[in-house]
Antibody
Framework: EVQLVQSGAEVKKPGESLKISCKAS????????IGWVRQMPGKGLEWMGI????????KYSPSFQGQVTISADKSINTAYLHWSGLKASDTAIYYC?????????WGQGTLVTVSS | DIQMTQSPSSLSASVGDRVTITCRAS??????LAWYQQKPGKPPKLLLY???RLASGVPSRFSASGSETDYTLTISSLQPEDCATYYC?????????FGQGTKLEIK
């Protein structure tokens, strides 16, 4: 059974760094892209970027390029989303999802709250 | 970048109604389009992909069609459990884009 299990909710202050995770199981991690999707409170879905864990090839949305870093550790079947300096506007739910063309399997989401 | 324009942004319909949601791409996306259903507090769920292919386990009252820039999601006979927000998503090259969403309510 394919599963994507994300790390738990985070509460951070502006300027702090954060890395959230997405652990995959039930399939060969290195043969599918993994994507990250943002959903701000009460808003729609925003495509942030994707990574191919086999070689860490990464593609970003222009809206998120330079704002976040997507990475993966294929030895532990885990993808990451990293911020070096959070802003209040980063408050959102972040989903990881497996890409097989479309996003066929999704993590449960990680709520990130950034507040002073 | 390819933009997706989804309409309507919201709609209200009765149980048993036929419901249609549309997405228009700013360029030909060659059927690289998926539809998702999202209920409050849950992640999105894949309904259809490749413009018209039903995902595993999705009821047959959901269907989709389209080509080039214009795509449609249809629910043939609305059920109470279909109350949700629906999104289209193009994956024709990067960056991908989601439509703005359609909030479907049951009258």
């Amino acid at each position: 059974e394919v599963q994507l299990v994300q790390s738990g909710a985070e509460v951070k202050k502006p300027g702090e760094s954060l890395k959230i995770s997405c652990k995959a199981s039930g399939y060969t991690f290195t043969t599918y892209w993994i994507g990250w999707v943002r959903q701000m409170p009460g808003k729609g879905l925003e495509w942030m970027g994707i990574i191919y864990p086999a070689d860490s090839d990464t593609k970003y949305s222009p809206s998120f390029q330079g704002q976040v870093t997507i990475s993966a550790d294929k030895s532990i079947n885990t993808a990451y989303l990293h911020w070096s300096g959070l802003k209040a506007s980063d408050t959102a739910i972040y989903y990881c999802a497996r890409q097989d063309g479309s996003f066929d399997y999704w993590g449960q989401g990680t709520l990130v709250t950034v507040s002073s | 970048d390819i933009q997706m324009t989804q309409s309507p942004s919201s709609l209200s319909a009765s149980v048993g109604d036929r419901v249609t949601i549309t997405c228009r791409a700013s360029h030909d996306i060659s059927n690289s389009l998926a539809w998702y259903q999202q209920k409050p507090g849950k992640p999105p769920k894949l309904l259809l992909y490749a413009a018209s292919r039903l995902a595993s386990g999705v009821p047959s009252r959901f269907s989709a069609s389209g080509s080039e820039t214009d795509y449609t999601l249809t629910i043939s006979s609305l059920q109470p459990e279909d109350c949700a927000t629906y999104y289209c998503h193009h994956y024709y090259g990067t960056p991908h884009t989601f439509g703005q969403g359609t909030k479907l309510e049951i009258k």
